[in-house]
């Protein structure tokens, strides 16, 4: 039988934190690991077909999967349903993030802060007049909840209306490409 340590490497912790998570953090504790041993963790995700994205001024990093040119994968990382209403939530979150780093009077600001009861009232603004927003105001906790699972969101005070942090990686995730399409499908869908 052999030694773990005989096999570790000095990235080894980073490189597990980044495929358990999927987003690092730069308050994590690897995260000086992930700086200094970029090139080494860069080659070592390559081989199992994924791509190391550090974002330093942004302090996150995070693998995305390399595709063919049919937009296949190896299918290491899951991609995950989320539904429609949590896609709404979803992509009013994005454009609240990109409207607050292109606000010059919130530019000594780095984290976009919203309550509970913020996130409803945007819900509300931005979906078109038509459409239900009964159904959807039942499904917000949990499509909020379900935000906070995977990273989106992350919760800055516990109260009877928690307080959010609209996280960095949504930016990756969902491109202004991604955000233009769902506004031209839900105008559509409705």
């Known amino acids: 039988m052999s030694n773990l340590n005989n096999h570790l490497k000095p990235y080894s912790k980073a490189v597990v934190k980044l495929l358990k998570h999927g987003t690092v953090y730069s308050s994590a504790a690897v995260w ?24 330093k001024d942004e302090g996150l990093a995070f693998v995305t999967q390399f595709e063919d040119e049919e937009g296949n994968t190896l299918g290491l990382v899951s991609r995950r349903q989320i539904g429609f209403e949590t896609s709404i939530v979803l992509v009013v979150l994005r454009q609240l993030l990109e409207e607050f780093d292109h606000n010059p009077t919130q530019i000594q600001a780095n984290e976009k802060l919203i309550s509970h009861s913020g996130i409803l009232e945007e819900v509300e603004l931005f ?11 039942q499904e917000m906790d949990s499509s909020i909840k379900k935000l906070t699972e995977f990273g989106y969101l992350k919760i800055v005070k516990q109260e009877a209306n928690p307080l959010y942090q609209i996280q960095r990686v949504i930016k990756d995730k969902v491109t202004l490409d991604i955000l233009k399409d769902f506004k031209l499908k839900l105008e559509e869908y409705v």
């Open 32 to 55: 000086e690991e992930l700086l200094y041993y970029q090139e080494e963790i860069q080659e070592y995700v390559n081989v199992i077909g994924l791509e190391l994205i550090m974002r």
């Open 127 to 137: 979906l078109p007049e038509k459409y239900n927003r009964v159904k959807l105001l």
